[in-house]
């Protein structure tokens, strides 16, 4: 009776705490949101921005702010806001999907080598694709041309992930083990080929390259958006129902088996949304580090390891702490522009040698 009595009141406490911690990031994000939209070159009153924001829902003209407010706002930093948002999220979630696949704390979207085919396939294009390029911009609407390389950025992350899957794959089973060495394999074998490249490339070449692999949101336009909305939605259809799913794996694949789940279907859902989603937010953005590493581990230690809280929250939580890096790549050396992956990095290493130190610590006493 007394056991009847603990455990009665446990399940509500802890859907209470899922649901105040997603709370909790959903109110991180909207203090991101209206950093990102008042904080840069030209600093606007977060008022004001709620002002605009109103009147553009409304269809009223905002009362007490200028035009040059409206077009900062709206034209510039709302793009680039929405999408910090859909990067950062879908890179975190991935993260916390192949952490949870892989149940290994230190997994990532570049582990598996999509990263890397991203990268492949993007200096192919930078190297390779000036006279397509050229053509494409003389037949096709600006905004059509320009997205060329992200194209190909995606077109090279789902190439990876399919021969991921062809490789760890036989007699319908996939190997978790096999998988993360052919990624490791896959990603060496991208990174020669990069290297190629880049040795190819004249100099403008190697410098548009370099900053594609630093990553960053200042080329965010509209259709970036939407060209990235579909495969967001398409991560969230597949990863957010795996909850349970990867709680049950986390005992180990027997044990998961036993408790109904088919632990195959898994695996292949997770490699396909992880390649939707880390690969558009690739294209579109670049290489950005540490947000899929960092902030599942950052959630775990908030509101615990179970994954139907972890996946939403890490979604939310990387998509504010991409927008608060990006506030300060923007603002630090303004009017230049830092990279996005040197701020990301410059945040999420020493929060991650700090959790190794007080692992090793609790390993070694």
């Not at 009153?45 to 553009?56: E, N, Q, S």
């Not at 630090?332 to 040197?342: D, R």
């Amino acid at each position: 009776m007394g056991q009847t009595t603990l455990a009665v009141p446990a399940a509500p406490r802890r859907v209470s705490a899922g649901i105040i911690g997603l709370a909790a990031c959903a109110g991180l994000v909207l203090a991101a949101v209206f950093a990102s939209l008042a904080i840069g070159p030209v600093v606007i009153p977060v008022d004001h921005v709620a002002r605009i924001l109103a009147g553009t829902v409304t269809g009223q003209v905002a009362t007490g702010v200028s035009l040059r407010e409206s077009v900062i706002v709206l034209d510039i930093r709302l793009p680039r806001t929405v999408l910090g948002l859909m990067v950062g999220g879908a890179i975190a979630m991935a993260g916390a999907v192949m952490q949870g696949i892989f149940r290994n704390p230190l997994a990532d979207p570049a582990l598996i080598g999509i990263s890397a085919g991203a990268g492949l396939a993007a200096v192919i294009w930078i190297v390779l694709g000036a006279g397509l390029a050229a053509g494409l911009a003389a037949a096709l609407p600006a905004a059509v041309a320009a997205l060329g390389l992200p194209v190909m950025a995606f077109v090279g992350a789902l190439a990876a992930a399919m021969a991921l899957h062809l490789i760890a794959t036989q007699d319908g089973r996939t190997s978790v083990a096999t998988l993360l060495f052919a990624g490791i394999a896959i990603g060496a074998l991208a990174s020669a080929g990069t290297g190629v490249m880049v040795f190819l490339a004249s100099d403008q070449q190697l410098r548009d390259f370099t900053f594609w692999t630093f990553g960053s949101l200042g080329g965010a336009t509209w259709t970036k958006v939407w060209a990235m909305l579909p495969f967001l939605a398409l991560m969230g259809a597949i990863c957010g129902p795996l909850g349970r799913a990867l709680d049950a794996l986390a005992l180990g694949e027997a044990a998961a088996f036993h408790v109904g789940i088919d632990v195959e279907t898994t695996k292949r859902l997770a490699i396909a949304g992880v390649a939707a989603g880390a690969g558009a937010a690739v294209a579109v953005a670049g290489v950005i580090g540490f947000i899929g590493l960092v902030v599942p581990h950052l959630v775990r230690m908030t509101l615990g390891p179970g994954h139907r809280v972890l996946i939403p929250a890490s979604a939310l939580l990387g998509g504010a702490l991409l927008l608060g890096a990006d506030v300060v790549a923007r603002t630090v050396v303004s009017p230049a522009e830092l990279p996005l992956g040197v701020v990301t990095a410059a945040i999420g290493a020493p929060f991650f040698i700090g959790l190794l130190v007080r692992r090793r610590a609790a390993l070694f006493g």
